[in-house]
């Protein structure tokens, strides 16, 4: 599985943007698919996931209720809607392929990261 993420971009405090992930190979339903983020000189973090059906999602606390994850299998692609984004959320933002959607564990497949800055 190969993953690209897209639509990242600068967005004022308050604002909203949504990222995708497209993934390419015929086994993107066999992964969930978890979201990362590496702020500027910080280490890369745990932001959320998706199950492999998109029936159940797991966020960490710092984004939880506004940050929305969301997945089209048919168009094998999965989604970040961010809103009421802040300046701590500003970094790249990666998604990955793994075993598990609410777990950092065992991604196998990772894509390029998009960037995202928030200013204050």
């Known amino acids: 599985v190969q993953l690209q993420a897209s639509g990242g971009g600068l967005v004022q405090a308050g604002g909203s943007l949504r990222l995708s992930c497209a993934a390419s190979g015929r086994t993107f339903m066999a992964y969930a698919i978890n979201w990362f983020r590496q702020p500027p000189g910080k280490e890369r973090e745990f932001v959320g996931g998706i199950s492999r059906s998109g029936s159940s999602t797991y966020y960490v606390d710092s984004v939880k209720g506004r940050f929305t994850i969301s997945r089209d299998n048919g168009k094998s692609t999965v989604y970040l809607a961010m809103n009421s984004l802040k300046p701590e959320d500003t970094a790249v933002y990666y998604c990955?392929?793994?075993?598990?959607?609410?777990?950092?564990?065992?991604?196998?497949?990772w894509g390029k990261g998009t960037q995202v800055t928030v200013s204050s």
């Open positions: 990955a392929a793994g075993p598990a959607y609410a777990s950092p564990n065992g991604m196998t497949y």
